[in-house]
């Protein structure tokens, strides 16, 4: 049986129709870029996430880039992140001349540890602590960083929070006794519609949202090369614009969503039921407990187990035509380009151990039993 780790042609095949009706829509309006099709998509974003403002971007890189532009990080100021993410969320650090900071992630959580981040803020220097700019939480694979504990951290320290819910477009968490969902907790969210996140257009695209004024403001102007009005330019932006055909596809397909985050907590679900009694195997962490958590508050964009011999094991559900994936094989602080922050094995022993043990199962919406059945099965086969 051939399994793969993502079907779109199968969600597509659901939605042809009114996709294609949508992109019609477009076509004949030839209006491509913003326009009243991103507007009524950043509406929808912003009231689907809980946000006052919903800025609707080229990508989830571009909405965290624009976001520390917002937050005007530049040469030498500091922000602080996990080394267990997509390469974006350090990157656009980097590519402003700052300098990213790394804290390791809670085993448990796959996400950055708060208490390892009090240690880190409390250890700034004067002149460092003037130069940290912002922290930018990870929510990785779909369940949101521990929030109640960070945000208070943060605030102690008066650093803005960067959300990257990349992965994580409605996930909720609890603070302070109230359901609160990605994005919504940070002076900025950033989300993206990479085909293959829960939310995914039919090309790049991204959000920021906020419930900050101002913010809000001066993002609008810098997705559109900071000018304002047209040709008077107040900030140095970007071309950050969303296609309308982008925003056209994903309204159509934010309709689904909740329907398709039910199924793939439906799949977790079983997973952990089939995968209980296996000793080689380590379920994904979830750091609420189920009975009292928010409906959302894991959104599975990956079911992600560790095991010991994962390369092995991959191979092996890969000879049984299962695919699978590493999220991620080398942790931040250890890629080429970071050379110049001196990092070596060992610095965040978490993160490494995350990224030689995981591995991502399918886990998409329109998954069957049968192949979930079949890949726990080939699991079963190799571990014992
Ligand atoms: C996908 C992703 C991004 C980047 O989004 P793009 O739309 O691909 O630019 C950033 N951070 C995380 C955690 C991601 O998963």
Not at 145 to 173: F, R, T, W, Y
Request: charged share 20%; with cysteine; aromatic share 8%.
């Amino acid at each position: 049986m051939n399994i793969p780790l993502l079907d779109l042609k199968a969600q597509y095949s659901q939605i042809r129709e009114e996709v294609q009706a949508a992109i019609n829509e477009v076509m004949e309006s030839q209006h491509f870029i913003l326009g009243p099709k991103v507007q009524e998509l950043e509406e929808a974003i912003a009231s689907y996430s809980q946000t006052k403002y919903a800025l609707g971007v080229s990508s989830g890189t571009d909405a965290l880039l624009l976001a520390l532009m917002a937050l005007e990080v530049g040469k030498d100021d500091i922000v602080i992140t996990t080394p267990y993410s997509f390469f974006a969320t350090a990157g656009c650090v980097a590519r402003l001349g700052a300098i990213p900071k790394f804290v390791d992630i809670d085993e448990k959580t796959f996400n950055i540890d708060p208490e390892q981040l009090k240690t880190m803020l409390n250890s700034l220097t004067p002149d460092e602590h003037k130069r940290l700019k912002a922290v930018i939480p990870v929510h990785l694979f779909g369940q949101m960083a521990d929030m109640e504990k960070i945000l208070p951290i943060c605030q102690e320290h008066n650093v803005p929070i960067i959300e990257d819910a990349a992965q994580a477009i409605g996930s909720e968490c609890l603070l302070n006794g109230q359901v609160k969902r990605a994005g919504s907790i940070g002076a900025i969210g950033c989300f993206s519609f990479f085909p293959s996140k829960n939310l995914g257009g039919i090309g790049d695209g991204g959000m920021v949202v906020t419930n900050d004024p101002v913010l809000y403001e001066k993002m609008k102007i810098m997705r559109v090369h900071g000018s304002s009005p047209k040709y008077y330019h107040k900030f140095i932006g970007g071309n950050f614009r969303l296609d309308a055909i982008q925003a056209a596809v994903l309204l159509v397909k934010l309709q689904y969503l909740d329907t398709w985050t039910a199924q793939r907590q439906q799949h977790a679900k079983a997973y952990r039921t089939l995968l209980e009694n296996n000793a080689s195997v380590q379920l994904p962490p979830c750091i609420h407990d189920e009975t009292n958590a928010p409906k959302h508050h894991h959104i599975y964009n990956q079911f992600c187990i560790r095991t010991e011999k994962r390369d092995e094991l991959k191979n092996h559900l890969q000879e049984n035509g299962i695919a699978t994936e590493i999220y991620y094989p080398l942790p931040l602080h250890m890629q080429e380009c970071f050379r110049y922050l001196g990092h070596r094995k060992g610095d965040f022993p978490k993160t490494e151990k995350a990224a030689a043990t995981s591995l991502a199962l399918p886990v998409f919406p329109e998954l069957t039993k049968a192949q979930m059945e079949e890949t726990v099965k080939v699991i079963h086969q190799f571990t014992s």
